[in-house]
Structure formats: structure tokens, C-alpha cells
């Protein structure tokens, strides 16, 4: 029985032996691995791991960027029954500290010597951890390695005992063997919105369960390959491209660097991808800037066939009734920009693309379906391993995170609160029962935390999590991370924090885009010389007022929102960052922590102050800290009332 993610492996090396199975930059020039290869190595690798000492049970830590001995490590792990537990590459010392206590790690597997230095710095926190691997070697010679081992000769080390010793070689097929669906097959730690990161237990036939769903849903074969370029340790990352690429047997890519991942996308041209509304935002507004630099003949037919496109694009897409000539039309709209500019992007080949994480705009979202990009949204947890709902092809509603998967079931609670029970639902938190009993109802089913409601055709919208879902002194609804998603929309907005929970008005703090804005100050010939002085500029502030009073006409007509228009905002002196507490890993933001950690800035949001003086400690990429000190100014914003644009007093 294929109840395990090894089993899948040694199936796929049996039936398509010499199909691709994973691909890696290095150096300049693409490596391939078949599904034997691959499977080969990560056997000798679990030979090389078991006589470390890895046993059954037993966590290893996998720390790194998106390469192959990364997900071998994963692979070879669960081979023996080991349970991996992937860690964000950039966390800082004491996030790291604090997975690698609580899961208990005995092994660590690392990318390079940054992260080697990282659990050198950290090793009295984590005492049971005894071994480290390391991937790349540069920079290691000279360190001690009585606890430090290659993992090149850790596989060679596996091939050895094989080859030598039959005992062995049966002893680790057996491991397999012993090997079902019941294993515990990773422990993948939540983002940490409000607190410390939650270990969710995900066992190995729910996840493969989960991913046969989703495989058919979209119909991924041997054929298709994605680039994997998302955190190791998040969840997307292990049931799009790890999960799925195991039960269909496509190809994943890593690419070269997290800098070469938009030069690795055009040279692969992936056809099943996956990236949050971000991503494609920026995509959008590099595509906008190299347009403003085109001449002027380009540019008129550029903004020709994108206006063609918006109005047939989706539809033909949809496999809707359009005109021939709307059709000849977005024929000859597709030799000219379409075609060319998703080969610039690397969209060519793409036949199914998600995004998810954050709400997308409707422009932006209808903008990369009208050039024919079959992109769709998908709403999903760690603890579901992965999807909730996602919009199925031809069926896209835009605002909605779309229908419930195959055999998932959803409820809608009295007070708002999503809730479910999926195929691949979590076993529960790691040394937490408390949690999980509050997670999860009796009959079943997983509190989501998140507020949301079906429409009449059982697309599901998701407003804010139910906590944050909150009221006005007046009584009305205050949901935050509606407002700031609207106001995120905006190109020129990297984000966004409301506030307003008791209060007599909403009130929010902006990060602008410093791509979006600075090029925009380069060419009104607008000078700055940091992020810092580019969002004190008066012209940057009458931008974002622009934004924040469209987000209000909005809100105005809605009634449930009306009253939580935005009545004063600021710009932030600096972006906010996960190595300063005040975003998760996943790029959320920490709210509470905000409003605690820049309490003189909100206190004078609501006392009337014009500006507020602010002192606030970064974390440089070094690890060092500084301080950042500035006037912020706060400016009022035009809200809408009685059907008149008004200035709010």
C-alpha cells in the first residue's frame, strides 16, 4: 500500500524510472535527477543518516533554502520513520531556538555555513542536538567536525554500506516497509501571528490523501513541473510542490539563489505555480515600469490589446461565447504582447496558477487571467495540509477563495467562524493538547479563526480572523484586515495596519512600495536618498491620501463597513520586518505587537498631533542592532458622507 511519502518515491522509480524528477541550478547550469537516481540516493542517504544514529521517532531539523539535499533530507527521514521538522531560513537566533527546543531535535541538516554559525550561536539552548549536516561546504574547512558532517559524505558513506554489507541494504528496505499512514511525517510549526509558533503533526497517508484530491482537482501529471522557490518550512511549499509531486510524479526545480528565482522561472516555464498576491504585484509593476520606458508606438500598442484583453481575455479563458472578431482580435493581442509578455515573465506554459496568503486585488487578479493565465485563489491552513476551498477552472468568482475541495466539508458557525474537516487534517499540536482540544470541536471539525460567509453559489469570502473582527465605540463593525487588504490593493502600498477596536474612528499606519514609489520619484525627478526620507515626502503622502479615499468610497458603499472609513493616517518611518517581531515569517503582520511596539505613534493617531516622534531598534541582516529615530507626520483623509467627499474634521 502507497501510504507513505518513501513508498511513492521507490513506485515512481519503478514505473517511470527515467522521467525527471527534480532539477537544480548550480553554478550556471541545470542539474537533472530521474526518479531511479533520486531514489537511489536518498536510500544510500537513509543508510548514511541510520548509521549516524537516526531512529525512528526521532526529529530532525531541515534548514535551508530550496535546493535538493534539502527535501532528500526530508525524504530520507521519513524513509526511517524519522520526523522532519523544516525551519525558516532567515529566522533569527531565538525563533530558531525555540523550534529546535520544543521539537526536541537531535539532528539538523543545514544549507551552509550561516546557518551552521546560527546553531553554533544557539547550541546551549538546544542540548539534545548532536549531529549537523551541511549541504555547502564553503566556508567550513576549518571548523571542528567531531558533530559536523558533510552530507555528499553522509550519501557516500550510505552507498558504501550498501554495497558491502546485505544486512544493511535489507535493513533499510524494511524500514521503508515498516513505514504506514499513521506516521507522524512532519511537524510544520504555524506562522506565529499573536504568539509563539504551534508544532502541527500532519501523519503521512491524511497528507497523501489530501494530495490525490488536489492532483485530480487539477488534473497534474508526470508531465507538468513547477520551480520550488517558497519557504521550506511552510506549509505551500510541502503539499504544492514536495506532496503533490510525489503522487503525480512531476518534476520540482530549485532554482539557483533566491535572487536568480525570476531568471529561473523564464528558464524552466513551469506549468503548475503558485505565489502569493505580492509576487505577482511586483511582477505587475516591473512589467509597468519597462512600458514607461518603451516608446511611444509600443506603449499605444501595449495599452490596446491589455484594454482588448481585459474585456475578452477572461472569457475566452472561461470557454465563454465571444465575438470572432473579439476573437481574432486577442488572437493577434497574444502574437504581439500576450505571448511575448508571459515569456518575459515565464508564465508561458503555465496551465494552472494559484496565489493565496493575502486577498489580491480584482484588477490585479482579472489583469494576469486576461492574458490567458489560468490563475485562481485558494484558501487553506497548515493544519488542513493545505486546501480549504479553491476555485475550480471555468468556475472563478472574484473576492471569493472559491468552493470547497473534493471531500471537504465546511460549516459556517453562528458567530461567523469558518469551519471544516478535510482529508488531510492535522493529528493535533506537538506537546500541546490544550490547543489542539480548542482547535478542534467534538464532532471533528477545525476552527479556522477566520470570519467568512458562503454566497448563493457556495463560494466561500473570507472578511478577517474572528478575533480581529471587532466593533467601534459606535457599535459598528471594525474588521481590519478587510481594510487593509483594500488598501494593499494599491500598487504604490506594500502594507497596511488598522486600528480602531473601542474607538470613536479608524485609523491606520502605511508602508509604501519603495520599487513602486521610487521609480515613480525618479521620474517627477523627486529626490531621496532612503526609504525613511522617500515616505516623509509631502508628494508621497498625497498619493497614499489619494489611495486611503478610494479605499473609503468603497467602505462608504458597504453598509456593514461604512462606518469604518479611515478617518487619519500615517506613513511609517521604516518597513515593517519579521527580524523585528513585527511581521511572521509567512509576511503577516503582528497587530498587537505593532500597536504595543509604536503605542506613541497610535496614541497620536487619536490625540489630533500633526506628528509624533518615534525611536524604534531594527535588526540589521548581520544581526546587529540600531536604532531608527524620525518625525512621523499624521495627516487627516477624506471620507465620505452623505454622498459628499468630506475631509473628516
Known amino acids: 500500500m502507497l501510504d507513505t511519502f518513501a513508498k511513492l518515491l521507490c513506485e515512481h522509480a519503478r514505473v517511470r524510472p527515467d522521467r525527471p524528477a527534480m532539477r537544480h541550478k548550480d553554478l550556471g547550469i541545470w542539474h537533472t535527477w530521474t ?17 549516524l544514529g537516526l531512529e525512528r521517532g526521532a526529529t530532525v531539523a531541515v534548514i535551508g533554502e530550496n535546493r535538493p539535499a534539502m527535501y532528500w533530507t526530508i525524504l530520507a527521514a521519513q524513509w526511517l520513520g524519522a520526523i522532519p521538522v523544516p525551519v525558516y531560513a532567515d529566522a533569527v537566533a531565538d525563533e530558531m531556538a525555540y523550534v529546535l527546543g520544543h521539537a526536541e531535535v537531535g539532528f539538523a541538516v543545514v544549507q551552509d555555513q550561516e546557518q551552521v554559525d546560527k546553531l553554533l550561536a544557539i547550541q546551549d539552548q538546544v542540548p539534545k542536538l548532536r549531529v549537523v549536516l551541511y549541504d555547502e561546504p564553503r566556508g567550513l574547512r576549518d571548523y571542528d567536525h567531531s558533530r559536523l558532517h558533510a552530507v555528499s559524505g553522509i550519501i ?5 554500506l550498501l554495497a558491502s554489507d546485505p544486512a544493511v541494504a535489507a535493513a533499510i528496505d524494511a524500514e521503508r516497509d515498516r513505514g504506514n499512514g499513521d506516521d507522524i511525517s512532519i511537524i510544520l510549526y504555524t506562522s506565529g501571528t499573536t504568539g509563539r509558533s504551534k508544532g502541527v503533526l500532519l501523519s503521512a497517508g491524511r497528507s497523501i490523501a489530501a494530495a490525490r484530491d488536489t492532483v ?30 510525489l503522487v503525480s510524479g512531476f518534476c520540482v526545480a530549485c532554482p539557483e539563489s533566491r535572487e536568480t528565482v525570476e531568471t529561473n522561472l523564464q528558464e524552466i516555464g513551469p506549468t503548475f505555480y503558485f505565489a ?65 509578455l508571459k ?79 478535510s482529508p488531510g487534517q492535522f493529528i493535533g499540536y506537538y506537546k500541546d493538547e490544550e490547543r489542539t482540544a480548542e482547535t478542534v470541536t467534538p464532532e471533528g471539525y477545525v476552527r479556522t479563526g477566520d470570519a467568512g460567509f458562503f454566497d448563493e453559489d457556495g463560494h466561500l469570502t473570507i472578511i478577517d480572523r474572528a478575533k480581529d473582527v471587532g466593533r467601534l465605540r459606535s457599535g459598528a463593525m471594525f474588521a481590519p484586515k478587510y481594510i487593509e487588504n483594500k488598501l494593499k490593493f494599491f500598487p504604490n502600498i506594500k502594507e497596511a495596519v488598522a486600528f480602531g477596536q473601542d474607538s470613536d474612528f479608524v485609523t491606520c499606519m ?56 479611515i478617518r487619519r493616517f500615517l ?6 520586518d519579521a527580524d523585528d517581531g513585527e511581521m511572521t515569517r509567512t509576511q503577516k503582520v503582528r497587530r498587537g505587537f505593532i500597536a504595543e511596539r509604536y503605542k506613541p505613534l497610535v496614541d497620536a493617531l487619536y490625540n489630533g498631533a500633526e506628528a509624533a516622534d518615534i525611536s524604534t531598534e531594527v535588526t540589521f541582516e548581520d544581526g546587529r542592532k540600531g536604532v531608527i529615530s524620525a518625525r512621523v507626520k499624521i495627516t487627516d483623509a477624506a471620507t465620505v458622507e452623505t454622498g459628499r467627499l468630506e475631509v473628516a474634521a
Open 343 to 421: 515569456n518575459v515573465l515565464g508564465f508561458s506554459r503555465i496551465r494552472v496558477a494559484y496565489t493565496a496568503g493575502e486577498a489580491i486585488g480584482p484588477d490585479l487578479f482579472s489583469f494576469y487571467r486576461s492574458l490567458g493565465i489560468n490563475l485562481k485563489q485558494l484558501y487553506g491552513q497548515t493544519e488542513a495540509f493545505l486546501y480549504v476551498t479553491a476555485h475550480p477552472d471555468g468556475h472563478i468568482r472574484v473576492g471569493t477563495v472559491g468552493l470547497a475541495t473534493p471531500n471537504v466539508d465546511i460549516r459556517i458557525t453562528e458567530e461567523g467562524e469558518v469551519l471544516y474537516r
Open 156 to 160: 557516500e558513506k550510505g552507498r558504501t
Open 510 to 565: 502605511l508602508n509604501i512600495d519603495l520599487t513602486a514609489v521610487g521609480n515613480w520619484a525618479e521620474r517627477n525627478n523627486i529626490p531621496y536618498a532612503s526609504y525613511q526620507e522617500l515616505a516623509q515626502r509631502p508628494e508621497v503622502y498625497a498619493i497614499c491620501a489619494g489611495h486611503v479615499a478610494e479605499v473609503n468610497r468603497a467602505l462608504a458603499a458597504e453598509p456593514r463597513m461604512a462606518a469604518a472609513q
Open 571 to 576: 506613513i511609517l518611518h521604516k518597513e515593517l
Open 276 to 340: 502569493p498576491p505580492r509576487v505577482f504585484e511586483a511582477l505587475l509593476t516591473r512589467v509597468t515600469i519597462r512600458m514607461e520606458d518603451a516608446g511611444a508606438l509600443k506603449r499605444r500598442m501595449f495599452d490596446y490589446f491589455i484594454g482588448l484583453a481585459r474585456r475578452w481575455g477572461e472569457k475566452i479563458l472561461d470557454g465563454d461565447k465571444v465575438p470572432l472578431t473579439a476573437r481574432l482580435g486577442y488572437g493577434l493581442g497574444n502574437l504581439l504582447v500576450y505571448a511575448p
Open 216 to 245: 485530480a482537482f487539477d488534473k497534474l501529471t508526470d508531465r507538468d513541473e513547477v520551480l520550488a522557490y517558497l519557504p521550506l518550512a511552510w506549509v505551500g511549499d510541502h503539499y504544492l510542490n514536495y506532496a503533490q509531486s
Open 35 to 51: 526518479w531511479r537516481e533520486m531514489a537511489e540516493t536518498i536510500r544510500a542517504y537513509a543508510a548514511g543518516l541510520r548509521d
